[in-house]
């Protein structure tokens, strides 16, 4: 078991019920899955970077990427329908857990200037979006072997929630916010 996840299980289910006066533990909102993505505008380009931000999203997740597509053609932007334009990956579960746990303890340390996020990210409905504007933050990625550097989007799915309790679950689990 992943130690946020064991962490989630002992003491911030206890701590969520006794703030909110939840009846049930099961009421309690959890994570329920981690969405990481990079857009790559430029691939339109180079088809280099699309290979180069897949090799690097399976290396900071451990899964493999699904390669996204354009919906429509966009003239100004060179861009035709079906052209590869990003990359994502959804984490569930214990690798879930094991990378959000890599994200606060080891990767966003790792950010230069670092002052912490917005709580103003959620989106009502109790989801957390992040964008990081490097992928080098992460350890997995050897700096001498990436060809692009390469921002990616991090969005936290939570489930049964209000942006309040996201925001006091986020905390629990160490999640850094701007004071």
Known sequence: M???EEKYKTEVVSRMMERFKYKNANAVPRIEKITV?????????????????VKDLSAITGQK??????KKSIANFKLREGMNVGAKVTLR???????????????IPRIRDFRGFSSQSFDGYGNYSLGLTEQLVFP????ENVEFVQGLNICLTIDRSSDEESLALLEMFGFPFRR
């Open 65 to 70: 990427p699904i390669v996204t597509k354009s």
């Open 37 to 53: 993505s990079m857009g790559i505008g430029k691939a339109v380009e180079n088809n280099k970077r699309i290979d180069a931000a």
């Open 140 to 143: 997995e990625i050897n700096v």
């Open 93 to 107: 579960g214990r690798r879930m857990y094991e990378f959000f746990d890599r994200l606060v303890n080891v990767a």
């Open 2 to 4: 992943a130690r946020i």
